[in-house]
């Protein structure tokens, strides 16, 4: 029996076949400035920025970044048309010229800046050039000394691949003004789970809310689950997980006293058999409080599709514009089958849908 989870994304499939990738991260996607100093943090003039990007088939495994089936890597800068080059601020490298280097602050003045990564892959199978684009955001946010900020990260990546790594792990950092604030200051994480539905619910924490089940330190699954780093283990991420972790300031002396903060990281495993993608026959915008749409839980193993009929278990929740377990939706909180209908009526403001798969 395999389960895999999948969650709403949109698909060319007049496309050959179907690509799918993200852009690593060597830095943080939040950039603090300090107007009191004129300071980064990060500083990307000295502590360079990279940007990686990865590409994969759909039900695979292997990165095809580097193969000989990509044809060509550009960049661009925000709605820029023009390639970046290497000089200035910026440098390529690798195999393709496909690592973009940042070597300067070059989101001063600005509240962030989109980098787009647009990569040109040919289908041996057809000989066809698939253009296929993935981006990454970064935001700068102005953290004079008043100003407290948590912020997530994934420091060794967070993609599971086969064997290659055991464990990841998520680094949660409260700053305050620019500088990292480390005394009395308590953590805890919880991971997106839609089982917990109410305050009686197995793991239910009242700082995290519904549709999150509080971690504790499990062995061979989590382990820091109480601290600032917390480890994760390959066999804790089924497909992916979505973690969350809430900071509270303990300084009695400090004027945040008891205040939490929160921030979210995503980790995948690439290794799952089986992968879901969620298709959407009316896109993912609904204007004007008009729009209907058919979302369909389409499941691929080893690149080819699987349970085309829908023999498998499908059940779906749904999280509000807050990020909590809607528990009023469809029956107990949850609707089933391979497609699920969507109406204006399901979505106040924004809503995400998440499927659960066994077959």
């Not at 709605?79 to 390529?92: E, F, P, R, V, W």
């Not at 892959?121 to 100003?147: A, E, K, M, Q, W």
Request: glycine share 8%; with cysteine.
């Amino acid at each position: 029996m395999s389960r895999a989870q999948g969650q709403f994304t949109i698909i060319d499939y007049n496309d050959a076949l179907t690509l799918t990738g993200y852009i690593g991260s060597n830095h943080p996607k939040t950039q603090m400035y300090n107007p009191d100093n004129n300071s980064y943090t990060p500083n990307w003039a000295s502590t360079n920025l990279v940007l990686t990007p990865s590409l994969y088939i759909i039900g695979t495994t292997t990165d095809q970044i580097t193969s000989e089936n990509v044809q060509d890597v550009k960049w661009y800068q925000g709605t820029s048309t023009t390639a970046i080059t290497t000089g200035g601020n910026y440098a390529l490298s690798g195999a393709k010229n496909h690592i973009l280097t940042v070597k300067a602050n070059v989101m001063a003045s600005l509240p962030g800046v989109d980098f787009k990564c647009v990569i040109s892959y040919r289908d041996p199978s057809t000989g066809l050039d698939i253009i296929h684009p993935i981006s990454i955001s970064f935001s700068r946010v102005v953290n004079g000394s008043g100003i407290v900020d948590l912020i997530v990260m994934t420091p060794s990546g967070n993609v599971f691949k086969n064997s290659e790594v055991a464990t990841l792990t998520a680094k949660a950092e409260l700053w305050r003004g620019s500088t990292v604030d480390t005394t009395n200051v308590t953590y805890k994480w919880a991971i997106m789970d839609a089982s917990v539905t109410s305050s009686s619910s197995t793991g239910y924490d009242a700082d995290f809310g519904t549709g999150w089940r509080k971690l504790s330190n499990t062995t061979n699954m989590y382990a820091g689950a109480t601290t600032a780093t917390l480890t994760i283990y390959a066999a804790a991420v089924e497909s992916y997980a979505v973690y969350r972790c809430c900071a509270k300031d303990t300084d009695s002396a400090s004027p945040t006293y008891n205040s939490k903060f929160y921030d979210v990281c995503t980790i995948i495993d690439n290794s799952d058999p089986l992968q879901v993608i969620v298709t959407s026959t009316g896109g993912d915008v609904f204007k004007n409080g008009v729009g209907t749409t058919v979302l369909t839980a389409v499941c691929y193993q080893a690149g080819a599709e699987v349970d085309a009929s829908g023999t498998g278990t499908y059940t779906w929740t749904k999280y509000d514009k807050d990020g909590n377990i809607d528990t009023d939706w469809g029956t107990n909180g949850v609707k089933t089958g391979k497609t699920l209908s969507v109406s204006t009526s399901d979505v106040e403001t924004k809503a995400t849908f998440m499927v659960l798969v066994v077959i």
